[in-house]
């Protein structure tokens, strides 16, 4: 059974970082992403990463926010730094199985960006 758990969100001040993390499980899984929704707005894409590492951003959080892995644990984080109000959003993280390409969502964490 595949599971996908996300953490670390909050509320910051502009300007200031957080890091979510990602633990999926119950599988081998070769992609993983980052995607965001904002009120009214539709669910975008953040950052992904690939099994063999290769990674991409949205343009409106390049040289802020980093996509990382930690294979041992299965576990994917978003380091964010600078954030600006318009970060916040609910913030999914989305895994693709190795060997179906099954998609599965995490629950979502919400972070927050105001003074």
């Known amino acids: 059974q595949v599971q996908v758990v996300e953490s670390g969100g909050g509320l910051v001040q502009p300007g200031g970082s957080l890091r979510l993390s990602c633990a999926a499980s119950?599988?081998?899984?070769?992609?993983y992403g980052w995607y965001r929704q904002a009120p009214g707005k539709q669910r975008e894409l953040v950052a992904h990463i690939t099994s063999s590492g290769k990674t991409n951003y949205a343009d409106s959080v390049k040289d802020r926010f980093t996509i990382s892995r930690e294979h041992a644990k299965n576990t994917v984080y978003l380091q964010m730094n600078s954030l600006k109000p318009e970060d916040t959003a609910v913030y999914y993280c989305?895994?693709?199985?190795?060997?179906?390409?099954?998609?599965?969502w995490g629950q979502g964490t919400q972070v927050t960006v105001s003074s």
């Open positions: 119950g599988s081998i899984f070769s992609f």
């Open positions: 989305y895994v693709r199985e190795a060997l179906s390409s099954y998609e599965y």
